[in-house]
């Protein structure tokens, strides 16, 4: 047999084991199942609001390399404590989305640090005050009229202002638009007092954004004056003609 046979033959087999074992520890490697942790989970639906309780959420495994940050691993470390938002079964739980509560009502357990929350009466008949839910953002108009001269002046306050709840309802269930006359709003302590003194002054008016949305203009003021118009103050004055010398006429005398 020739020997340049034999010694391809010889190459291709131990190619042949070669691939073979690479092939056999990716597999091994495959089918060993990733380390698994304790996660706390919601068991149930939770709304919006909710004061958490035992038979609200559950423990599962998880997957240790795909774990978020701020989960629980026993359910006493969530027990007794709100829900800032909307959990639905089995999503993992986590602390950024619970707060602590200490007394009192829930509601003031989803006010945020160094926040005030503040109740302000709207409209029901005009703008979106039906629409609004606990947990949109809005800004906030004012509407100031001047009696002597019948002029009315809006602004926009504030802008990309948490709403904390609709009326007394802090739930974010409602999928149909209600008659609303109070929206209680999450401020800072400075814009509270804005706030109380706008609605001394003039009539406040929300406007819904999206919740995409979260630029603020720096400087908002946009005056809108409401009077009416006088035809005299918008005549139109036509240009003004330049006249020209007139021309002088010579008398020419022509000889015989």
């Given at each position: 047999?020739n020997k ?6 010889s190459i ?7 691939a073979?074992?690479?092939?056999n520890r990716?597999?091994?490697n ?7 942790v304790s ?9 919006f609001?909710?004061?958490l309780?035992e038979?609200h959420?559950k ?7 795909a ?8 359910k006493?470390?969530?027990v007794g ?5 909307k959990f639905y ?6 602390e950024k ?12 357990a989803?006010?945020?640090?160094e ?8 409209d029901?008949v ?9 947990g949109?953002?809005?800004d906030i108009?004012v509407t ?6 019948n002029?009315a002046e809006?602004?926009t306050l ?8 609709v ?8 999928e ?6 109070a929206?209680?709003l999450e401020?800072?302590?400075e814009q509270?007092?804005?706030?109380v003194q ?6 406040i008016?929300l406007t ?13 003021a ?6 009416p ?7 139109v ?6 006249k020209?010398?007139?021309?002088k006429?010579?008398?020419r005398?022509?000889p015989w």
């Amino acid at each position: 047999m020739n020997k340049r046979f034999i010694m391809m033959l010889s190459i291709a087999l131990m190619l042949a084991l070669l691939a073979a074992w690479v092939a056999n520890r990716w597999i091994q490697n495959k089918t060993i199942p990733d380390k698994a942790v304790s996660v706390v989970v919601a068991a149930v639906e939770i709304p919006f609001g909710v004061k958490l309780e035992e038979t609200h959420v559950k423990i599962v495994s998880w997957p240790e390399n795909a774990v978020p940050q701020g989960t629980y691993s026993s359910k006493e470390q969530v027990v007794g404590k709100v829900s800032m938002n909307k959990f639905y079964p089995d999503e993992i739980i986590t602390e950024k989305r619970i707060s602590e509560y200490l007394g009192g009502s829930t509601l003031s357990a989803l006010i945020a640090k160094e926040y005030r929350a503040i109740s302000v009466r709207v409209d029901d008949v005009v703008g979106v005050s039906g629409f609004i839910l606990p947990g949109n953002r809005v800004d906030i108009l004012v509407t100031k009229k001047d009696r002597t001269d019948n002029k009315a002046e809006t602004t926009t306050l504030l802008q990309n202002i948490k709403v904390l709840a609709v009326d007394q309802e802090a739930s974010q269930e409602k999928e149909k638009p209600s008659i609303v006359r109070a929206v209680t709003l999450e401020l800072k302590p400075e814009q509270t007092e804005i706030m109380v003194q706008a609605m001394q002054e003039g009539t406040i008016q929300l406007t819904l954004r999206n919740p995409l949305d979260s630029v603020v203009v720096e400087e908002p003021a946009v005056k809108v004056e409401d009077t009416p118009v006088k035809a005299a103050e918008y005549r139109v004055v036509p240009p003004a003609v330049e006249k020209l010398p007139p021309k002088k006429r010579m008398l020419r005398v022509i000889p015989w």
